[in-house]
């Protein structure tokens, strides 16, 4: 089965500094979401790639899956104190028959001092 | 439009009691899905249901059973709780049909915190 490792596990910066969190497979990624968790809630959907290479942004929020599709990055641009909470990236299960099952990174929790 | 609702929020069992997780959707979604969230390990899968009247083992089944009621609900049942299920469950929904739809959102629920004393 396919196994993903984020990096860092965790993170602290100050409000306004710029930041990046890694999402490695072990097997190509078919598909590759981003997905945020305030402690204690649900899981909000933030983005999904996957064409190699491809970027997408959203407000200071830019994802990118390499060309080899295998990492994916997630940069918050001048963090926020709303930015803080767990980011989890989510992989399709390799091709065929998956039915949307996901297999999920253990997470990075970031914090963002004002 | 609620999305994808969860009951109870909280539970608290003892071991060996037994109880049953609801959840429902609202979006006509195919596929519905059971993680549990442990620290340091991210979401893991434990059942799925690719279609009302289906459902099939993900990766952390043992001592889990689920119902696939009809097309907007999936419930998840806990016949003997041990300690080692202590943890917060989520339900999460999807469109994705039978086949090859692999690139489809999923839609969680808020969650439920699960403690086995």
């Known amino acids: 089965s396919q196994e993903l490792e984020q990096s860092p596990q965790s993170l602290i910066v100050q409000e306004g500094k710029n930041l990046t969190i890694n999402c490695t497979s072990s097997?190509?990624?078919?598909?590759l979401y981003w997905y945020k968790q305030k402690y204690g809630e649900g899981l909000i959907f933030l983005m999904m790639?996957?064409?190699?290479?491809e970027e997408k942004s959203h407000e200071k929020i830019t994802a990118k899956l390499d060309e080899k599709k295998q990492q994916s990055s997630l940069h918050i641009t001048a963090s926020q104190p709303s930015h803080a909470g767990i980011y989890l990236c989510?992989?399709?299960?390799?091709?065929?028959?998956?039915?949307?099952?996901?297999?999920f990174g253990q997470g990075t929790i970031l914090t963002v001092h004002p | 439009n609620a999305g994808v609702t969860q009951t109870p929020k909280f539970q608290v069992l003892k071991t060996g009691q037994s109880m049953t997780l609801q959840c429902a959707q609202d979006?006509?979604?195919?596929?519905m899905y059971w993680y549990r969230q442990d620290p340091g390990m991210g979401l893991r899968l434990i059942y799925y249901?690719?279609?009302?009247?289906?459902?099939d083992k993900g990766e952390v089944p043992n001592g889990y059973n689920v119902s696939r009621l009809n097309k907007r609900e999936f419930s998840l049942r806990l016949e003997s709780a041990a300690p080692s299920q202590t943890s917060v469950y989520f339900c999460?929904?999807?469109?994705?049909?039978?086949?090859?739809?692999?690139?489809?959102?999923?839609?969680f629920g808020p969650g439920t915190r699960l403690t086995v004393l």
């Open positions: 979006m006509n979604h195919n596929s």
């Open positions: 097997k190509t990624l078919y598909g």
């Open positions: 999460a929904s999807s469109e994705a049909l039978a086949g090859w739809i692999i690139t489809d959102t999923q839609y």
């Open positions: 249901s690719a279609s009302e009247g289906t459902t």
């Open positions: 989510g992989a399709e299960d390799a091709g065929g028959t998956s039915y949307g099952k996901l297999t």
């Open positions: 790639l996957q064409k190699g290479g």
